[in-house]
């Protein structure tokens, strides 16, 4: 099954660059939906739900983004490319049958993993294809999972 969606999401290298006069971190991205290299500062005094995240450097543009001339649209469109991706994805393992989820106890804390693996790519478009395998039924699979994407993500 082919799932299809015009936005994208990452692979993070973090490497934090600490500034003993603050408590700002700068972490360097590449995500993993292209070739961008992206610094963005946060300061971890602030809570996490409540922390926001600053394009510093645009340290390399791929083919894809080499477009922009404003680094904080260049970090905005991987960032919501990314953010996206990772939604599609999240929501695909949310709904599968309970028959592709394993579900076991580690240090105290109920651990699920899946039978299924999405496999992602993105085409020459920039368009999000996701490929699920699964010894369930495909066509059961593909209409679960694509009403709830049509329903949430506006994906059909």
Not at 58 to 85: G, I, M, P, T
């Amino acid at each position: 099954m082919i799932i299809q969606t015009p936005l994208l999401i990452f692979r993070l290298y973090l490497v934090k660059k600490f500034n003993k006069n603050n408590m700002k971190r700068i972490t360097t991205w590449s995500p993993d939906t292209c070739e961008c290299v992206l610094e963005y500062e946060w300061d971890d005094a602030v809570p996490e739900n409540e922390r926001t995240h600053a394009i510093v450097n645009v340290v390399k543009k791929c083919e894809f983004h080499q477009h922009h001339s404003d680094k904080d649209a260049h970090f905005d469109d991987v960032l919501n490319e990314n953010r996206h991706k990772n939604q599609v994805l999240a929501e695909i393992l949310k709904n599968l049958p309970e028959d592709e989820k394993n579900i076991s106890v580690k240090n105290g804390r109920n651990v699920t993993t899946f039978k299924v693996n999405p496999k992602w790519k993105f085409d020459e478009n920039r368009v999000l294809q996701v490929e699920l395998t699964s010894k369930i039924s495909k066509t059961l699979l593909k209409n679960n999972i694509s009403s709830i994407l049509e329903r949430d993500f506006q994906i059909k």
